[in-house]
């Protein structure tokens, strides 16, 4: 197995796998908003919940 050239082509895949500080921030950010609305969503199922329980009572 020839591995001669892995140095050259390591280094173009890291540069193009590089990453702007922006884009980074935008997927840090968009990570969390996707957590928030699964937290809220979760938060109004249950309050949608309990409130459906109060009724049956």
């Known amino acids: 197995m020839h591995l001669g050239n892995r140095g050259i082509m390591d280094h173009k895949?890291?540069?193009?796998?590089?990453?702007?500080?922006?884009?980074i921030r935008e997927d840090r950010l968009k990570a969390a908003l996707k957590a928030n609305m699964a937290k809220r969503k979760a938060q109004?199922?249950?309050?949608?919940?309990?409130?459906s329980k109060e009724e049956k009572e």
């Open 44 to 51: 109004a199922r249950a309050r949608a919940a309990d409130t």
């Open 13 to 23: 895949n890291a540069q193009k796998n590089q990453r702007t500080e922006a884009q």
